[in-house]
């Protein structure tokens, strides 16, 4: 643990073994463990840091609180989720599997008129250029398990209940509840919050700041049987409107499979019944395309409900504490980013946390760039999404107009977000109200304004 207790400068190591013990005692833990980082969560986000840093020589200990394999949502990758997966040895594994190849992107009128397909491979000759639609219980497995390939300890069905501070607001490990029922505690000079939409550090901390405008609902579903596309369309993500700039998601899945979703402003869904399958088959006659793709299908399984759809935290980090993935911002999903930022940012935590270690440096300004750095990539998204939600915009009208700015439209659709989009989005705002970027989340927390949680 010399490496850990280095981060704390003038406070003393004696101190911090002082207050673990009488942490301990204060909780009637019988067992405690030491490790260099404790990751908290183990989805896209949370095992990726985790592979990252276990590749990297540190012990990890990674706590989730359920047990693979498990459902979630949010199937479709973008292309530049490549270059994560390639990092931690996985896309051959992808293609093992078997996921449903994913060429485009496609929009869809209410009267059922598709926009010309954006192609990727048209954009960029790369492997890449073909991504998939996954199922995410076999998808967060895989990665879970290859950060356990790489030396990660990962416990399963494991709550956490607190984050745990010295005297002076440092996060110096977490206390949890095993899958036997048992108290114990992790101690660790690092702390990565990976726990999704639960975002446990942000709710602790009050940190979460929601969007002003992309304040959604979504309801989703599953069909069997449901009309493909042919040729390279087959696998695409359509994104069909709906009445007060809603739309549906479409995306095939293997088997057979279609996941189809629907995401609107709370009054317009709820406005006439607040039962699912009923709002569902309502909206369903707004856009012809996607009743003509359900016709044949059967809907099966359960009605799916979720709502706060776009936040980010305040901070990005505290003293020994750093957050990543939906745990740090989340953006509504119509241009399917959730997985690549969770995978993107868990490669960038990964990085940035073994390189606060070697210095000894895990105080929250550690992260900064961290959080520069991830925040510019959301605000290009972000802006991409404001535009789609303006009622006078459309893709088609700015490419019409700039044609010469097809490929940094495609560069955010694909995931290429961390460079310049000065020039899109100048012209963007011929069509629509675009935001102004977001202060807060960039930096970590000032020491004096922390809460401990």
């Not at 494991?158 to 505690?185: I, S």
């Amino acid at each position: 643990m010399a490496t850990g207790l280095r981060r704390f400068g003038a406070r003393n190591g004696e101190i911090f073994n002082l207050l673990w013990g009488n942490w301990r005692k204060v909780w009637g833990m019988k067992t405690s463990v030491e490790c260099d980082v404790v990751v908290i969560g183990a989805g896209p986000a949370g095992a990726t840091a985790a592979a990252v840093l276990a590749e990297k020589g540190r012990r990890v200990i990674v706590l989730e609180k359920s047990r693979f394999p498990r459902y979630h949502i949010g199937e479709s990758l973008m292309p530049f989720c490549y270059f994560t997966l390639e990092r931690l040895g996985l896309v051959g594994k992808m293609n093992e599997i078997g996921f449903t190849q994913k060429h485009s992107v496609q929009f869809v009128t209410g009267d059922g008129r598709q926009s010309r397909p954006f192609y990727f491979f048209q954009h960029r000759d790369h492997p890449s250029s073909r991504t998939w639609q996954v199922l995410r219980s076999q998808f967060d497995q895989m990665i879970a398990e290859r950060a356990r390939e790489l030396g990660a300890e990962i416990r399963e069905g494991v709550r956490v209940k607190e984050l745990v501070h010295d005297a002076g607001g440092a996060c110096v490990g977490v206390t949890a509840v095993g899958a036997d029922g048992e108290e114990f505690g992790v101690r660790a000079p690092m702390t990565i919050d990976a726990t999704g939409r639960d975002a446990f550090a942000q709710s602790k901390k009050k940190w979460r700041v929601r969007d002003p405008e992309l304040q959604k609902v979504a309801l989703w579903t599953y069909y069997k049987g449901a009309k493909r596309d042919p040729g390279l369309d087959e696998g695409a993500t359509t994104v069909a409107y709906i009445p007060e700039r809603g739309w549906f998601w479409y995306i095939p899945l293997q088997d057979d499979i279609v996941s189809v979703g629907l995401v609107g402003e709370r009054d317009y869904l709820y406005r006439s019944s607040r039962d699912p399958a009923a709002i569902f088959d309502a909206e369903i006659e707004n856009n012809q395309w996607i009743k003509e793709h359900l016709e044949p299908g059967r809907q099966f399984g359960q009605y799916w409900t979720t709502g706060e759809y776009s936040y980010r935290s305040k901070y990005c980090a505290g003293d020994g504490l750093v957050l990543a993935g939906d745990a740090f911002s989340f953006l509504d999903p119509v241009f399917s980013s959730g997985v690549f930022l969770a995978l993107k940012s868990g490669e960038m935590v990964g990085d940035a946390v073994d390189a606060a270690l070697q210095v000894g440096d895990c105080s929250a300004s550690a992260f900064d760039a961290y959080g520069e750095q991830l925040c510019g990539g959301i605000e290009a998204m972000r802006k991409l999404v404001y535009a789609f939600y303006d009622e006078g915009f459309s893709f088609g009208d700015l490419i019409k107009a700039n044609p010469d700015l097809r490929g940094d439209l495609t560069d955010c659709l694909i995931g290429d977000l961390f460079r310049d989009f000065s020039d899109l989005f100048a012209a963007a705002q011929d069509f629509a109200e675009l935001p102004a970027p977001l202060a807060h989340g960039r930096q970590g927390a000032p020491e004096a304004r922390q809460v401990a949680g």
